[in-house]
Every structure is written in C-alpha cells, then in structure tokens.
C-alpha cells in the first residue's frame, strides 16, 4: 500500500465538499425563521427566474437529480409556494409557477443569501471571488463533459 503524502486535506472534492456543507448549514440557520432549507430556496428561487419550468428543466438547474427535485417541489407546493400545472404539449409534464407566497418569500430572503455571499467575500479580495467562481464553472463544465463520455 503506497502511502499519499498529502491526504484528503490536498483532495479538491473533499475541500469542496466540507466547504459546502459549511456555508449549506450557514445559510440554513439563517432561513430557518423562513421555514425553507437552502435546497428548496434554491429551487424556489429558479421557479422564481423562469416561471413555467418542467421539472426536468429546475432539476438541471439546480444540479439534483429527477425524485430529489419531485420531492423538493412537493414540500414547496405543500407550503403553498409553488404550483403545478399540467402541460399543453406533453400532458405528462408539469409546469412549476411560483405563488404569490412564494415569490413574497424569495423577496425576503434574497437578502439572506447576498449576505452570506457578503460574509464570505470578506476573507476574499473580489478579484480572488471571482476568480474562484469562473475556475468552478470550469471544474462543473469538465466533470459534465466527462459524465457524457461515460
């Protein structure tokens, strides 16, 4: 057995990985009084963008797979926030629009969001931010490419 000399601590997905469910738990606390998790608030929050949305479209964006993305928008349409409407073209499909409550809810807490962003950028410069965030969409752009091939 060869011994790695730098671990899991020099490992990128494992850094990502305790990063996110760091700053996941952050912002969870933060909307707790909202009732909402940071999973359902990013889905609220793409139904918000482009009301409308089959699920397969929200699921792509916000990166969950086709059940997780089911369930997320049942406990969305059960809080009242979001609503389902049957497709004209394919009757299987659902069209996801945001209530009311739901876009309420999205006003409110955009806020909570941008300043967890903001809390973040203080340990950063903003070039560093963004910097960070375009070599992200690279790592997103070459692991998607290499889950086609396989």
Known sequence: MTSN????????????????????????NRLKEYDITPEQWAVLYQVNRADGL????IAERVAKDKPTTTR???HL??????????????RRSFLVHITDKGRALIEQTIP??????NVIKQCVTEEEYNR????LVRINQQVDSLTARE
């Open 112 to 117: 909570i969001e941008q300043g967890v962003i």
């Open 54 to 57: 089959i699920q397969k479209e």
């Open 72 to 74: 997320i928008l049942d």
């Open 132 to 135: 960070f965030l375009e070599i």
């Open 5 to 28: 000399i730098y671990g899991l601590e020099q490992s990128m997905g494992f850094n990502m990985g305790i990063t996110y469910r760091k700053l996941s738990t952050l912002l969870q």
């Open 77 to 90: 349409e059960g809080k009242g926030l979001v609503y389902k409407k049957t497709g004209e073209q394919d």
